[in-house]
């Protein structure tokens, strides 16, 4: 036995891709997202992740400088003083390859 038609008259192709796509956009809730990017190129990504390296050091230094007085011949003080000890200056002066054939 044949199933009942929803309307009088049979659906287009259009109207049934509309309808299908309608349907899908109700059970899925939200639109299907954008596949992420690609990523920067390396020299920039060496050049971002040393400025978060330098910006923590920074926060450490903070840290050690407003440190209390009975903290600071601990443990806490010395790491403190080994980070803010790092250079990380060296990091930025660093002359990165740039690959295939550009160096």
């Not at 929803?6 to 299908?20: G, V, W």
């Not at 997202?33 to 020299?43: E, H, Q, V």
Request: hydrophobic residues 35%; proline residues 10%.
């Amino acid at each position: 036995m044949p199933r009942p038609r929803i309307q009088a008259l049979p659906l287009t192709a259009a109207e049934r891709q509309a309808r299908h796509r309608a349907k899908r956009r109700q059970q899925s809730g939200s639109p299907p997202t954008a596949s992420a990017g690609r990523l920067p190129p390396r020299p920039e990504r060496w050049t971002a992740t040393v400025a978060v390296l330098i910006a923590l050091q920074q926060e450490y230094c903070d840290w050690l400088e407003n440190l209390p007085e009975n903290l600071e011949g601990s443990r806490l003080a010395d790491k403190l003083q080994a980070i803010t000890e790092l250079g990380f200056e060296e990091l930025q002066a660093v002359d990165l390859p740039r690959g295939y054939g550009r160096d």
